[in-house]
């Protein structure tokens, strides 16, 4: 009696298995004729009843009829599942075409302001600048006082910027960055300071809250404005063109003196003058200056040892330049067709 349990127990397993694993209504019916159809191997397992002792025979043929009724249960609920599911399950037939072509994966490419950040790092890395970069939150005393802008001065509005309480506020420019390496540097240095600055302008085709920056920094021993306008006359043909002519225009900063707003000639119509430069054949690019004393004085180097000069731009306003783009929101609004052009 014992082998014919462990007979019936290994084909109930077999069983089970085979109508999981089938996976069309054909397969079901194959299945269903070797193991329960007249020839199957159920009808081997009858024959052992038979054989039994007599007292056995009973127990043995109604067990087997049990699991004959339970078999054909689970092999009715197979036919539904397999009705049930999709066309394509149902037949051997595979679910796609293999012979269409493939669809590419999309590529995506550097962000324009990213790109152009990159090409202006590069530019000053050959002459020399290391790039440093500092804590987007900072406090007044760097965004400001060190810079000399007294917190009661008209100067401070232009660099106005969001505080997170009365001792930490988002930078307003990447001046800091030099402030912060001063004191920890002895000159001669050279820096470029890129990253994001934040102020609370009002949005409009040419002005956000949030934009990046490049500075720059020089200090040594007898750096001069000739030295200022070498680099930067360096750094206009180097982006712009081997053609690009520059001018220095008198301005101020509280932290430089003298200061000067800089320009470029028109790119586009070579100085001529063009919807883009509005007729005037210049474009301004950024604001320079040599480094005022008290700034010096702030990080403890002597004005009358050193001197240095200091720059910066709008990365946005470069690449607006560089590519004719007339809407500083474009940068931001993920528009994939605008884009997709400077991949």
Request: charged share 25%; aromatic share 10%; glycine share 8%.
């Amino acid at each position: 009696m014992s082998d014919l349990q462990d007979r019936i127990r290994a084909f109930d397993s077999d069983a089970r298995a085979a109508f999981a694993q089938a996976t069309t209504a054909e397969a079901l019916d194959r299945i269903e004729r070797d193991l329960l159809g007249r020839a199957g191997r159920i009808r081997d397992l009858f024959k052992g009843v038979v054989a039994l002792p007599a007292d056995q025979r009973g127990p043995a043929g109604a067990a087997l009829n049990r699991l004959k009724t339970e078999l054909e249960a689970v092999l009715a609920s197979r036919r539904q599942a397999l009705a049930a599911a999709p066309a394509a399950l149902a037949t051997d037939t595979p679910r796609f075409d293999v012979t269409l072509p493939g669809r590419p994966p999309r590529l995506g490419g550097r962000h324009p302001i990213y790109a152009t950040l990159d090409a202006i790092l590069r530019v000053f890395e050959k002459l020399g600048f290391d790039v440093a970069r500092g804590p987007e939150i900072e406090t007044e005393w760097f965004n400001f006082e060190a810079l000399n802008i007294p917190l009661e001065h008209p100067a401070h509005d232009q660099w106005d910027t969001y505080y997170l309480d009365t001792q930490r506020l988002l930078r307003s420019h990447t001046s800091p960055v030099q402030i912060r390496t001063m004191q920890r540097l002895k000159p001669p240095l050279r820096i470029v300071a890129p990253g994001r600055v934040f102020r609370p302008d009002t949005i409009d085709a040419s002005h956000a809250q949030m934009f990046h920056q490049v500075e720059g920094l020089m200090v040594g021993e007898r750096v001069s404005f000739a030295d200022l306008k070498g680099v930067l006359t360096i750094f206009a043909r180097e982006y712009f063109g081997p053609e690009t002519v520059m001018r220095f225009r008198p301005s101020f900063f509280p932290f430089t003196e003298p200061s000067a707003e800089v320009d470029i000639s028109c790119f586009l119509c070579a100085g001529k003058g063009c919807p883009a430069c509005k007729q005037r054949g210049w474009m301004e690019i950024l604001g320079a200056g040599m480094v005022h004393p008290r700034v010096f004085e702030a990080v403890g180097y002597d004005p009358e040892a050193v001197s240095g000069f200091a720059f910066g731009m709008g990365v946005e306003r470069i690449a607006m330049l560089r590519h004719g783009i007339r809407d500083i929101r474009l940068f931001t609004e993920n528009h994939a067709r605008f884009l997709e052009q400077f991949k």
